[in-house]
């Protein structure tokens, strides 16, 4: 019975949590509303969700959230100094492929929105076969060396995680 009403339960708590941020009011008619919504999208949504994604390590998640959080940051302050600093014609910007071993549709996209989320670094399109994600860099002397960062700090630890 609850699965049928809560889909998904992370996904519900989510979208109200976003929406009282979003509404910038912490009221009890906010929350209620936001909770309203956060339990109606996943129920009109649940055809295209047909099954959830399996996490082999779950605490290996909050791991690499904070990776990510701090690549983050570290991230901000590189581009700063490159914007700052740097003449455009020195920077040597280019597409990186980045092969997959990843399968998981799940995954994939992981990785790609980290990649993305990550200032400096741009997910321009995944392969149709899905074995490659062609990157765009802000700067990188070594497009191998990038993939081979990309690869090391967040693919192997998606691997873990989703496979």
């Known amino acids: 019975m609850r699965r049928r009403l809560l889909p998904h339960p992370l ?56 990776i990510v959080l701090w690549d983050i940051v570290v991230s901000n302050v590189q581009v700063a100094w490159l914007v700052l600093f740097r003449r455009g014609r020195s920077l040597r910007s280019r597409f990186v492929s980045v092969p997959l071993d990843l399968t998981s549709p799940e995954a994939i996209t992981a990785l790609a929105g980290t990649i993305t989320m990550t200032p400096g670094t741009l997910t321009a399109d995944v392969s149709a076969d899905r074995r490659a994600l062609l990157v765009h860099c802000l700067d990188t002397a070594d497009p191998d060396a990038t993939a081979a960062g990309i690869k090391h700090r967040y693919e192997r630890r998606l691997k873990r995680i989703f496979e």
Not at 14 to 36: E, H, K, R
């Open 11 to 66: 996904l519900t708590a989510t979208i109200a949590l976003v929406w009282v941020f979003l509404t910038n009011d912490v009221s009890p008619a906010s929350a209620i509303l936001g909770l309203a919504v956060g339990i109606v999208v996943p129920l009109l949504t649940r055809a295209w969700w047909p099954q959830r994604p399996a996490l082999r390590w779950p605490l290996a998640v909050a791991e690499y959230m904070a």
